[in-house]
T-cell receptor, first 115, second 111 residues
């Protein structure tokens, strides 16, 4: 169990550029979640996958955001035409996906700064 | 919609003091309740959970009881240590398994 890994740890970009983040969940975990966390706030749900299927998207996920999980393994989160308001920590988490009482395992996150 | 409200921090205590961090929730149905902790420089990790009314979750000296009548899940510890300094998040899991978090409470324990 190597844990959930996210890449990159930090990303600085200029407004209007596109960025892509990667998440590698714990192997055999069926569920994968993306959250966004701003300073002084709790994580806000963005979207989640059950294997390769994206089952729910938050209203926070505008059409500039897209997430994929090809083959039910790693996942990518892309933000197009970044805005300063997109600056945040983007967290990925995974779980077995068997019931709602189970533990989520979180990665260390990708800190995005939009200049 | 479902939501979680936590007391604002920071909470500053001396070592060996008693800790309470308040958490209340709004939810339809019967959610599961969790406390996650974020130590400095580390990712979020599960501290404890309770899955039904009157359940008590406990771990590392921390406890929280699922109170349906008051829709609360307050975190307590009898004697805090400097190493408990962290940000604590209360959360609920709804019918779609996703976690909904509160805004977090920072705890600072002084020696």
């Amino acid at each position: 169990d190597t844990g959930v890994s996210q890449d990159p740890r930090h990303k600085i970009t200029k407004r209007g550029q596109n960025v892509t983040f990667r998440c590698d969940p714990i192997s055999e975990h069926n569920r994968l979640y993306w959250y966004r966390q701003t300073l002084g706030q709790g994580p806000e749900f963005l979207t989640y996958f059950q294997n390769e299927a994206q089952l729910e998207k938050s209203r926070l996920l505008s059409d500039r955001f897209s997430a994929e999980r090809p083959k039910g393994s790693f996942s990518t989160l892309e933000i197009q035409r970044t805005e300063q308001g997109d600056s945040a920590m983007y967290l990925c988490a995974s779980s077995l996906g068997t019931n709602r009482n189970e533990k989520l395992f979180f990665g260390s996150g990708t800190q995005l700064s939009v200049l | 919609g479902n939501s979680v409200t936590q007391m604002e921090g920071p909470v500053t205590l001396s070592e060996e003091a008693f800790l309470t961090i308040n958490c209340t929730y709004t939810a339809t149905g019967y959610p599961s309740l969790f406390w996650y902790v974020q130590y400095p420089g580390e990712g979020l990790q599960l501290l404890l959970k309770a899955t039904k009314a009157d359940d008590k979750g406990s771990n590392k000296g921390f406890e929280a009881t699922y109170r349906k009548e008051t829709t609360s899940f307050h975190l307590e510890k009898g004697s805090v240590q400097v190493s408990d300094s962290a940000v604590y998040f209360c959360a609920l899991s709804d019918s779609s398994y996703k976690l909904i978090f509160g805004s977090g409470t920072r705890l600072l324990v002084r020696p």
